[in-house]
C-alpha cells in the first residue's frame, strides 16, 4: 500500500479524537519513518514499509492517548522540545508568560536571577535563557520524572549553564535572596473538575490546585510577597481573576494586571510587589 492509500484508510480511525485526523496519520508516519513533510509529500506514491507499527500508534492514539505522548515531541514558542509521559505537555497560551517575563525584563542591565515554581518539562526556564542572554534560573519542581526531563530539554537547547533544576515543593528549598523574578504555572484546576478524556493521560498533580483550584496560585502570592520577590508571573484558570484580585487587596502590591489568552479567556497576571 502506499502512503497515500495508507494515510485514506486510517484517517477515519481518528476523526472521533481530533479535528485533523489526517494530518496527524502523517505526523505518526514521519515519526516512524524520521523523515519530515517534504519528503511524505514527494514520495506519496511510494510503498509505505511500516504498516503494523503504524497500526498500534493510531489504535493507541484512537483512545485519545496524546499525539505528543507517541511521537515524544511538542513545539512550543517555536523550537521543538522533549516530552514524555508523566510531565504536562506544553500549551499555546503559556507562551503569553514568555512575552510578559521578556516585556518586565528587556531593559534590565545587570544579570537577572529567576525562580521557576513547577517546570515540568522545563519549557518556561528554558525559553528563558534561550532569549535573555544574561540570567540564573532555578527551576524547582516535585515531580523527579519532570526535572529530569526539564534537564534532558535544556541540554537540548544549550542552557544547562544558566538553570538550576532543584526538587522542592513551592519555595521549600529556596534559601536565595537574590530573587528578582518568579514565574509560574502551577497546577489551578478544582480536585472535582471532570477532565476531558485526552488530558485524563496526563499527571494529576500538575493539573489540580486543589478543592477550589486556585489554592497553590495564592500559595504562591504569598510566598512570593513574603521573600521580597518584585515581579510575580502566573497562568491562571479563566475563572479565577475575581477570587484573586480579592485576594491580592491583603497585599502591598505597586500592580497587577490580568492578561487573556488567545480565545479571550481570563488566563494570568503579572504583579509588581512594592519592595
Ligand atoms: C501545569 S504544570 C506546568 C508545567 C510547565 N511549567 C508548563 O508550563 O508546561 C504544573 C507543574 O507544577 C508542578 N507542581 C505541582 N505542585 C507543585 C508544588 N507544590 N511545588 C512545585 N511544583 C509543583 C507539577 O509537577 C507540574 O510539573
Same mark, same amino acid.
Given at each position: 500500500m502506499t502512503?497515500?492509500?495508507? =494515510?485514506?484508510?486510517?484517517?477515519?480511525? %481518528?476523526?472521533?479524537?481530533?479535528?485533523?485526523?489526517?494530518?496527524?496519520?502523517?505526523?505518526l508516519?514521519?515519526?516512524?519513518?524520521?523523515?519530515?513533510?517534504?519528503?511524505?509529500?514527494?514520495?506519496?506514491?511510494?510503498?509505505?514499509?511500516?504498516?503494523?507499527?503504524?497500526?498500534? /500508534?493510531?489504535?493507541?492514539?484512537?483512545?485519545?492517548y496524546?499525539?505528543? $505522548?507517541?511521537?515524544?515531541?511538542?513545539?512550543? $514558542?517555536?523550537?521543538?522540545?522533549?516530552?514524555?509521559?508523566? !510531565?504536562?505537555?506544553?500549551?499555546?497560551?503559556?507562551?503569553?508568560?514568555?512575552?510578559?517575563? /521578556?516585556?518586565?525584563?528587556?531593559?534590565?542591565?545587570?544579570?537577572?536571577?529567576?525562580?521557576?515554581?513547577?517546570?515540568?518539562?522545563?519549557?518556561?526556564?528554558?525559553? %528563558?535563557?534561550?532569549?535573555?542572554? #544574561? =540570567?540564573?534560573?532555578?527551576? =524547582?519542581?516535585?515531580?523527579?520524572?519532570a %526535572?529530569?526531563?526539564?534537564?534532558?530539554?535544556?541540554?537540548?537547547?544549550?542552557?544547562?549553564?544558566?538553570?538550576?533544576?532543584?526538587?522542592?515543593?513551592?519555595?521549600?528549598?529556596?534559601?536565595?535572596t537574590?530573587?528578582?523574578?518568579?514565574?509560574?504555572?502551577?497546577?489551578?484546576i478544582?480536585?472535582?473538575?471532570?477532565?476531558?478524556?485526552?488530558?485524563? $493521560?496526563?499527571?494529576?498533580?500538575a493539573l489540580?490546585?486543589?478543592? !477550589?483550584?486556585?489554592?497553590? /496560585?495564592?500559595?504562591?502570592?504569598k510566598?512570593?510577597?513574603?521573600?521580597?520577590?518584585?515581579?510575580?508571573?502566573?497562568?491562571?484558570?479563566?475563572?479565577?481573576?475575581?477570587?484573586?484580585?480579592?485576594? %491580592?487587596?491583603?497585599?502591598?502590591?505597586?500592580s497587577f494586571?490580568?492578561?487573556?489568552?488567545?480565545?479571550?479567556? #481570563?488566563?494570568?497576571?503579572?504583579?509588581?510587589?512594592?519592595?
Amino acid at each position: 500500500m502506499t502512503i497515500k492509500e495508507t =494515510v485514506k484508510k486510517h484517517t477515519n480511525e %481518528l476523526k472521533f479524537v481530533t479535528h485533523i485526523p489526517a494530518k496527524e496519520i502523517e505526523i505518526l508516519m514521519m515519526f516512524l519513518l524520521e523523515k519530515n513533510t517534504i519528503w511524505l509529500h514527494i514520495n506519496y506514491n511510494e510503498e509505505f514499509k511500516k504498516e503494523k507499527e503504524l497500526e498500534k /500508534l493510531v489504535k493507541k492514539r484512537a483512545t485519545n492517548y496524546p499525539i505528543e $505522548y507517541l511521537t515524544n515531541k511538542a513545539s512550543f $514558542y517555536g523550537e521543538i522540545f522533549i516530552v514524555k509521559e508523566g !510531565v504536562l505537555i506544553p500549551r499555546p497560551e503559556t507562551e503569553l508568560l514568555i512575552d510578559n517575563a /521578556l516585556e518586565i525584563l528587556k531593559d534590565k542591565k545587570e544579570t537577572v536571577n529567576i525562580l521557576e515554581i513547577g517546570t515540568g518539562s522545563g519549557i518556561i526556564s528554558v525559553m %528563558l535563557a534561550l532569549l535573555i542572554k #544574561d =540570567v540564573k534560573i532555578i527551576a =524547582v519542581d516535585i515531580n523527579e520524572k519532570a %526535572l529530569e526531563l526539564a534537564k534532558q530539554n535544556a541540554i537540548k537547547h544549550n542552557v544547562e549553564d544558566k538553570i538550576e533544576f532543584r526538587l522542592s515543593n513551592l519555595y521549600e528549598n529556596v534559601s536565595e535572596t537574590n530573587i528578582d523574578l518568579t514565574i509560574s504555572n502551577p497546577p489551578y484546576i478544582a480536585n472535582d473538575y471532570k477532565l476531558p478524556l485526552n488530558v485524563a $493521560y496526563e499527571p494529576s498533580n500538575a493539573l489540580f490546585g486543589g478543592s !477550589v483550584g486556585d489554592e497553590l /496560585l495564592k500559595d504562591i502570592i504569598k510566598h512570593t510577597n513574603e521573600r521580597n520577590i518584585e515581579y510575580l508571573l502566573c497562568e491562571m484558570g479563566y475563572d479565577q481573576k475575581n477570587p484573586l484580585t480579592k485576594y %491580592l487587596e491583603q497585599f502591598n502590591t505597586k500592580s497587577f494586571t490580568f492578561y487573556q489568552d488567545y480565545e479571550k479567556f #481570563d488566563r494570568g497576571f503579572t504583579i509588581q510587589f512594592n519592595k
